[in-house]
């Protein structure tokens, strides 16, 4: 963690004030999906990271709020709640893996009736991302990559960085900790941005996925086992060249879940198959680039679905 952490490229007040577009709700395959739309023009879509069940946070598409309205004003902006996260319904147990949320992310575009969109992923939702894409070409435009840990070549450090917090599970302050751990600058943890957390992970059907993942230990014997095995063979199509879509990468060089290193190990990846992937690298930005530096990722982002719009 820096210790003299510098100002974020939105001041503190405007970003408890960035509020998210109306809520919506549409059936996907059966389970109700909660998602926000905004604006006109080419679309893009973002897909956080995380995962349901955890006790410690619960990432929903909130996560967005200070990227959604700002490129609204140029483009047609959907970001949802992923299958079990959020205010999206649950999955049955035999559905808390990975492969569940890329299904679910998949017929969701479809159930919108979408035309290729400008694909925006981070985190374990950059996996998602690149993974939908790789099944469903016909899906996507273009793919932006933050901070993908659970994508990139190697093995993550969130067990050691996020280990033991000090602060009951659940409650504000360890919410607090966790993302400011996540973070560069403690200060971009805002109080809305906690807020938004506490809400989700109070909800009784979300309380039920905590049951599911820790209690009945699904995580460990369904979810993690089934995510490494489909990490391995998504990896081997991407150095295969199959992705075959305009990819640009951004990165939180402060990151200390996810390293810089492995950022570049991903573009080296991609980029023998394309001359098209980009790489950039935030400076004084953790996982949460788009949150530390969000005039600088909104202006980056729209370039770049720019230069690739139909």
């Given at each position: 963690?820096?210790s003299?952490?510098?100002?974020a490229?939105l001041s503190?007040?405007a ?6 577009p109306a809520?919506?709700t549409?059936?996907?395959d059966?389970?109700?999906t909660?998602y926000?739309e905004a604006?006109c ?5 973002f897909?956080?990271?995380?995962s ?5 946070s619960?990432?929903?598409?909130h996560?967005?709020?200070l990227?959604l309205l700002?490129?609204?004003s140029?483009?047609r ?6 299958i079990?996260q959020?205010f ?10 990975m492969?569940a ?12 009736q979408?035309?290729p969109?400008h694909l925006?992923?981070h985190s374990?939702?950059?996996?998602a991302?690149?993974?939908?894409t790789?099944a ?8 932006t990559?933050?901070?993908?840990g659970t ?9 050691v ?7 009951p599970?659940?409650?504000?302050e360890?919410v607090?900790?966790?993302?400011r751990?996540?973070s560069?600058n403690?200060a971009?943890?805002?109080d809305?941005?906690?807020a ?7 909800l009784?059907?979300y309380?039920e996925?905590?049951e599911?993942?820790?209690?009945a230990r699904l995580g ?11 990490k ?11 992705l075959?879509r ?6 939180g ?7 810089l290193?492995?950022?570049l190990d991903?573009?080296h990846?991609?980029a023998?198959h394309?001359?098209?992937?980009q790489f950039?690298?935030f400076?004084?930005a953790g996982?949460f680039p788009?949150r530390?530096?969000p005039?600088r990722f ?7 679905v ?5």
């Amino acid at each position: 963690m820096a210790s003299n952490p510098v100002i974020a490229d939105l001041s503190l007040g405007a970003q408890t004030k960035m509020p998210m577009p109306a809520a919506r709700t549409i059936d996907v395959d059966g389970i109700g999906t909660r998602y926000y739309e905004a604006g006109c023009g080419e679309t893009i879509v973002f897909i956080y990271g995380g995962s349901f069940g955890t006790s410690d946070s619960a990432s929903s598409a909130h996560t967005w709020n200070l990227n959604l309205l700002p490129l609204a004003s140029r483009f047609r902006v959907i970001a949802f709640d992923k299958i079990g996260q959020g205010f999206t319904d649950n999955p049955g147990d035999d559905d808390y893996t990975m492969a569940a949320v890329v299904r679910h992310a998949g017929a969701f575009l479809r159930a919108l009736q979408l035309p290729p969109v400008h694909l925006v992923g981070h985190s374990r939702g950059g996996y998602a991302a690149a993974r939908l894409t790789l099944a469903h070409h016909d899906l996507v435009r273009s793919l932006t990559l933050v901070n993908s840990g659970t994508l990139s070549p190697g093995v993550g450090t969130n067990e050691v960085v996020l280990a033991r917090p000090p602060f009951p599970k659940g409650s504000a302050e360890c919410v607090r900790w966790v993302y400011r751990n996540y973070s560069f600058n403690p200060a971009a943890v805002t109080d809305a941005w906690v807020a938004a957390v506490l809400e989700v992970l109070a909800l009784p059907k979300y309380r039920e996925s905590i049951e599911r993942v820790e209690g009945a230990r699904l995580g460990a014997t369904l979810f993690l086992p089934a995510l490494a095995r489909e990490k391995r063979e998504t990896l081997q199509w991407i150095n295969e060249g199959r992705l075959q879509r305009p990819v640009q990468i951004i990165w939180g060089s402060e990151d200390r879940t996810a390293i810089l290193q492995r950022g570049l190990d991903l573009f080296h990846l991609l980029a023998r198959h394309d001359r098209r992937v980009q790489f950039h690298a935030f400076g004084q930005a953790g996982h949460f680039p788009f949150r530390e530096h969000p005039a600088r990722f909104n202006a980056l982002l729209g370039r770049f679905v720019a230069a690739h719009a139909a």
